[in-house]
């Protein structure tokens, strides 16, 4: 894994873990809950940390580690830790460093699950926070408390794809001496790197892009030695460990991230233009649409905009799930960063448990619809969104 190259795609593909005497072209898998020793004296010196070694494949395993390593040399970090899932890394990527009587400073625009921690979990353990608008950068200095430990944010934000200027934030976040936290998921290493704008722990749901078809659960947590150091002490006694077969099958996933992403991108722009030009759509959410609010910041930050388009249909909460059990070929799952798209309704799953004022804060309205544009032809895409479109406004003119 010493190997560097110059570009983000050869890497991806040509980094993996040494081959053994079978001399394997893809790296096996490891699938051991644990490892020997070749005699007492090594099983002290592993204890003791002295020097890295595999004990347990809760703490480390081959697999694991080329995962990681993969993601360190994508998004600049110096070290990581696998987890069992994405919420385990978001949910790791705050405990491990917050103890009761501190504060977190996190944008509104944050997940579902990610809030349902704050508000529901971590104030039974004495830990506050305070929400911040993602629209409203120039009061968050004055949301920051003596006791604010860490800025927790998502960008770009799910559903609404707001962002966040991460330049700003992570200098805003030394000048207070705060961990500055972000939620990489949206994005993928690929398409921007947080610690290069002053991050100084980056966490992924693997499941969405970077596993890419589906198939597996996963999470990351990746920053400096120290900061991960503090994660792998609360993950070796917690246990969020992730399996061998899911890091494997993410490490074999990232060699083909670019070359999804670009098609995902692609797509996703072209859905968004076409859908920004439609009668019965009233607006639509796109980084990299014009349009967009904080375009200039998207292009900036960004490589790409993402695989995610979101829009609001006309008609409100009947018309989008009209319009959902409409689509054919789409998928309705609550899931994302699959090869197949898919189509979820916000409001009503990802996002349910937060209350109706909580929503329409951070622009979840009860007819946003969040499009995980696949990497099928562009026109299958199109064709089966208008044939959805046009049905969805047949069904609710029948019934009115």
């Known amino acids: 894994m010493e190997q560097q190259f110059d570009h983000f795609e050869t890497n991806a593909i040509r980094n993996q873990m040494e081959r053994t005497y079978n001399r394997e072209h893809t790296a096996p898998i490891y699938m ?3 490892f020997v020793f070749e005699d007492a004296e090594q099983a002290r010196a592993l204890f003791a940390d002295e020097y890295p070694g595999n004990i347990y494949t809760r703490f480390s395993n081959p697999n694991n580690s080329e995962f990681i390593e993969k993601i360190c040399k994508m998004e600049g970090a110096e070290d990581g830790f696998a987890l069992a899932s994405g919420m385990s890394a978001v949910f790791t990527s705050m405990a ?6 501190d504060h977190i400073l996190v944008s509104r625009s944050v997940f579902g699950s990610t809030i349902q921690i704050l508000t529901n979990i971590f104030t039974r353990w004495g830990i506050t926070h305070t929400f911040a608008d993602i629209d409203k950068p120039d009061t968050w200095e004055g949301l920051i408390q003596k006791n604010t430990k860490m800025i927790m944010v998502e960008t770009p934000s799910n559903p609404a794809l707001d962002l966040i200027d991460l330049e700003w934030l ?35 749901s693997a499941t969405k892009f970077i596993d890419g078809q589906g198939r597996a659960i996963g999470g990351i947590i990746v920053g400096s030695k120290e900061l991960i150091k503090e994660v792998r002490f609360f993950s070796r006694h917690t246990g969020p460990a992730l399996s061998p077969f899911n890091a494997w099958i993410f490490s074999k996933s990232l060699e083909t991230l670019a070359v999804r992403m670009d098609r995902h991108c692609d797509n996703a722009l072209k859905l968004a233009e076409y859908l920004e030009n439609h009668p019965e759509i009233e607006s639509v959410k796109y980084p990299f649409l014009k349009s967009h609010p904080q375009y200039a910041l998207a292009k900036k930050q960004m490589k790409a905009g993402g695989g995610i388009v979101t829009f609001i249909i006309k008609g409100g909460l009947e018309r989008g799930r009209d319009f959902l059990n409409a689509c054919i070929m789409a998928t309705n799952s609550a899931n994302l960063g699959d090869s197949r798209t898919i189509t979820t309704h916000p409001a009503s799953t990802t996002h ?10 951070v622009g979840i309205l ?17 064709k089966d969104i208008e044939q959805a479109l046009e049905k969805s406004k047949v069904s609710v003119a029948v019934n009115n």
Do not use: M
């Open 366 to 382: 009860p007819g946003l619809i969040r499009v995980s544009v696949g990497l099928e032809n562009i026109e299958d895409i199109i």
């Open 32 to 34: 051991t809950s644990s």
């Open 352 to 361: 349910s448990k937060l209350t109706e004022q909580d929503r329409l804060a």
């Open 170 to 204: 992570g200098k805003l976040a030394n000048k207070h001496n705060i961990i500055l936290n972000v939620d990489n998921c949206f994005a993928t290493p690929y398409l921007q790197q947080p610690i290069k704008w002053g991050a100084h722990i980056v966490n992924h």
């Open 96 to 101: 491990a460093f917050l103890k009761s009587g």
